[in-house]
């Protein structure tokens, strides 16, 4: 083993019979405590380098969440949904840092589950059965199709039924999602990201061009709805619902923890996690503003129908490879961390063995139609959004972050008052995930009754269209 500083790694069991493991980590390619630790026969799974990383978290992040934010800021006004853009970029910025920083420490780790189970028995009070039951609850992820089964229904002109475009998303999906390692799929995140960004830029030059909004009245005078402030009737349930829908768009923070461990140079993940949430936080903000400026409350959610039939056409045409990509890489990295606990500990992992295969295609296209019977059992867009960020980003893109800080920094509380400002700080973000957590969930759910309630959604698996307009209308 190379020389170099040594800390101390803790490495989460797949069984509370199985012995917590010391190791040490030393240096980048460390094999002792990472996951995909490579032998003579292995597979080198740990290629990737930083700007393919980036472009990796890019897609991961750019994905179905943006197409929902134009019609947030009519909810919230142009002030406070540009507010809310830089807070929660920024948050859930220093929330995958904290995340980054648990890898660095414990090179064990492959997912926030991993994480949590150590986290549970470093803070104390907890024994290895109950840190199990810990790793497990926080071990649930969401994958879902739907991006792709409104694209394909735009693009067709709804000449089929969604559910049958929803089985052709999976299949596509799950087949290129099973390509094993992330450095292969450089070339799918780059075309994927590329052409999503270019469908969103055509709709947003687009709808500067005509001089009324696409869904607005054809003839007789109209009211745009653009305003600096949140329009009169709107209630705390649904601006904060709006509000998720722009924290959940950049929230998916810990999905970024797998991709770590593919990493060639895991330390540069943060020039990754720069690169990727700066970009983000500031596409979103300007094209989200933009949109809302020119739409107002006529903007459509997702926000590609926005500048008519004709120009969603074109636009979902051009963002197929992106909404392929986006929903691959959520399917991908679901189902390595279910690889990785199927396998882990085992030579099955990391060589070519027909139970290696056979554990890998079973989760990818397993993963996959989980995601394809969600989406089309849950017929709406952005109360989706909004809910996932309220129950899976808030527990694990805050609350979860905010827990391991505390790990990483035990005895800070007690040395200034400085660390006691800083423990004081991430209680109050631990707080902050409870509210989006509890307070968001209920929000959302009434904000769905009401949706229903208004006949504004339709039944599961349903053969309607799901693209914001039915094109050709």
């Known amino acids: 083993m190379a020389e170099g500083k040594k800390s101390d790694v803790l490495t989460a069991p797949s069984s509370p019979d199985e012995e917590v493991a010391l190791g040490s980590v030393t240096d980048d390619r460390d094999d002792e405590a990472e996951v995909f630790a490579s032998g003579a026969n292995g597979i080198d799974f740990r290629t990737v380098g930083w700007l393919k990383a980036a472009v990796f978290l890019l897609k991961m992040t750019f994905a179905a969440g943006v197409l929902s934010i134009p019609s947030a800021l009519y909810t919230l006004g142009a002030v406070a949904g540009a507010i809310f853009i830089l807070f929660w970029g920024l948050l859930n910025t220093y929330m995958a840092y904290i995340q980054g920083q648990f890898k660095m420490r414990h090179r064990s780790v492959h997912t926030v589950a991993d994480a949590a189970y150590i986290a549970a028995l470093d803070l104390g009070g907890c024994s290895k059965r109950v840190a199990l039951l810990v790793k497990e609850a926080t071990d649930v992820l969401w994958v879902s199709t739907l991006g792709l089964s409104v694209a394909l229904n735009a693009v067709s002109r709804h000449a089929t039924c969604s559910v049958v475009f929803g089985f052709v998303a999976y299949i596509v999906i799950a087949s290129v999602a099973s390509v094993r390692k992330i450095q292969h799929l450089g070339l799918v995140t780059w075309v994927g990201f590329g052409s999503m960004v270019t469908a969103i830029l055509i709709v947003v030059i687009a709808v500067t061009v005509p001089e009324r909004p696409a869904a607005a009245p054809k003839t007789v005078d ?240 349903q053969c309607t269209d799901n693209s914001g307009t039915v094109a050709g209308a």
Not at 263 to 287: E, G, N, Q
Not at 368 to 388: H, M, Q, R, Y
């Open 222 to 461: 109209f009211e745009l709805g653009f305003s600096a402030i949140p329009p009169a009737g709107t209630t705390f349930a649904s601006a904060w619902a709006a509000s998720l829908a722009i924290f959940s768009s950049s929230a998916n923070t810990s999905g970024f923890v797998p991709v770590i461990s593919e990493m060639r140079r895991p330390t540069d993940f943060f020039k990754s996690l720069y690169t990727c949430m700066t970009w983000i936080t500031t596409s979103y903000l300007a094209l989200a503003i933009t949109m809302y400026a020119y739409c107002g409350k006529w903007v459509t959610s997702p926000a590609l129908g926005s500048a008519g039939p004709t120009i969603k056409i074109v636009a979902y045409a051009i963002a197929i490879p992106g909404l392929i990509a986006g929903a691959m890489i959520c399917v991908h990295v679901a189902a390595k961390s279910l690889f990785v606990k199927a396998l882990r500990g085992t030579h099955h992992l990391t060589e070519n063995t027909k139970t290696h295969w056979t554990v890998w295609l079973t989760c990818t296209y397993g993963t996959g139609f989980a995601g394809w019977i969600l989406s089309e059992a849950i017929p709406f867009f952005s109360s989706l959004v909004s809910l996932i960020g309220a129950l899976g980003f808030g527990p694990l893109g805050i609350c979860l972050p905010a827990i391991l800080w505390f790990s990483l920094h035990k005895d800070m509380a007690r040395e200034t008052w400085a660390g006691r400002a800083a423990s004081s700080a991430h209680i109050a973000l631990f707080l902050l995930g409870l509210l989006v957590t509890i307070g968001g969930t209920y929000a959302n759910v009434l904000t769905i009754i009401e949706h229903f309630r208004a006949g504004e959604v339709g039944s599961p698996f």
